[in-house]
């Protein structure tokens, strides 16, 4: 199993930027596939990004394609999610999540989640 512990949420204008990061534990980390979920209040949780084990392969939401990036340095056990262009709309508490090595957009296909970042955009 993975331990992740995340950072980089805050408070942002609308149109500017911040880099989340998930750290994690465990030696294997770099035979998991990792996707970052966002929840807003009185919403469902929706996927965000995902990224397969080597990096090769990514996924993102529509809503979020051409201002997301998620990317990962398994040398550091860490996942990023850098968001430009932020809108109040993406506002929400972002989790990463973990799974072994087959990369998914299906949160109950993930079986370990950091804490939670908030991200609030004004406007």
């Known amino acids: 199993q993975v331990q992740l512990v995340e950072s980089g949420g805050g408070l942002v204008q609308a149109g500017g930027s911040l880099r989340l990061s998930c750290v994690a534990s465990g030696r294997t980390f770099s035979r998991y596939a990792m996707g970052w979920f966002r929840q807003a209040p009185g919403k469902e949780r929706e996927f965000v990004a995902a990224i397969s084990w080597n990096g090769g392969s990514t996924a993102y939401a529509d809503s979020v394609k051409g201002r997301f990036t998620i990317s990962r340095d398994n040398a550091k056990t860490t996942v990023y999610l850098q968001m430009n262009s932020l809108q109040p709309e993406d506002t929400a508490v972002y989790y990463c999540?973990?799974?072994?090595?087959?990369?998914?957009?299906?949160?109950?296909?993930?079986?370990?989640w950091g804490q939670g970042a908030q991200v609030t955009v004004s406007s």
């Open positions: 999540a973990a799974r072994f090595r087959t990369i998914s957009t299906v949160s109950p296909q993930y079986n370990s």
